[in-house]
């Protein structure tokens, strides 16, 4: 299928990357964001191209309704506040973006009568699992203000399935990692490490480091995501997004020192974060057997080029 698509979070780390894709295979793309975290220099590409239109909106705000008037076959939903240490300190403003924002959107798709909704969940539904790889039916879990965000507006994109011809498809992703995810000291590990073995300051590694992640490169949680709007039969479904390897935060940390080979860094622990999960991984079986979708990207060479990513930035 090829039609038009709506991307909120247009201007963020996978949804630019997701919008660059759409326009590639011939999609008209209406992106949404309101810059909280995204960028335009993310739709540098994208605000080049006649079939792309941007609009600076708040997904809470009933503006949303006026901006999209044309028929949409799809939406995709990434705009979020995403970080499980700013949901502990600011869980109320968290719940209003990711909760009532997302039921904002559902409502805009309806009105629309968008077939077709896209859904970017979080693999910290599932908290810290008994078994691991954690499979799609495992108990939910939620150890933070976001997760508990996430697994609501799940339930909202479910119950909008069964009342409306909307047909949902939940990604629960992983760790994603590659080029446009932005640093902060809300951001995911990766990018934090990395600027910080560019700059020789001290690399930290929270808790003991024994941790473990499965990270999955955004060019991959970008196919897997638009797979879900090429399917013939309707597809409703919850998915796991998840990279194959189980890697620890010291061995990633040590792994960026040794790509960053100038850098006078040392690794430091600090406490563990509070919220965060023990061990995350998994399982990729329904996602393969349902989608056909397995990630292509070994680790360290997605690791490699999103370090020459860095490093063209800072220079
Ligand atoms: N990156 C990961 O590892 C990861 C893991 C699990 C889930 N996710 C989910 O995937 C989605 C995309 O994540 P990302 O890593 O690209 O994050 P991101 O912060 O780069 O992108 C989110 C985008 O949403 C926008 N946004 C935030 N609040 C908004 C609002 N009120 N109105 C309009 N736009 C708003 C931001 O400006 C940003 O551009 C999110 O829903 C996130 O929770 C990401």
Redesign the pocket.
Known sequence: MIGTAVV??????????LVDHLLRDGFSVIG????????KE?LTEALSHNNFRFE??????KDIASVVRESVDVVF???????VKFSLENPVEVN???VS?TLNVLELARKLDAKRFV??????VYGDPKRLPVKEDTPLSPLSP?AAS?IAAEMYCLSYGGLYKMTPTI???????GP???YSEY??VIPIFISQALQSNEITVDGDGRQTRS??H?DD?VRATYLASQQENHLASTFN?SGSESISVLDLARMVKELVPESTSNIVFRDAREGDVRDSIGSMERTSKVLGFSPTIPFKVGLDQTVSWYRSRTR
């Open positions: 909120t979070g247009a201007a963020g780390f996978i949804g630019s990357c949404l964001d309101n810059l909280r975290t995204g960028t993310n600076q909106v708040d997904i809470c705000s939903h990434l705009a979020a506040i995403s970080s209003k973006v990711n924002g859904f970017s969940s979080s693999a910290a976001y996430k990604f629960r992703y992983f760790n994603a990692f446009r995810q932005e951001s995911g990270f999955i955004v949680v997004l």
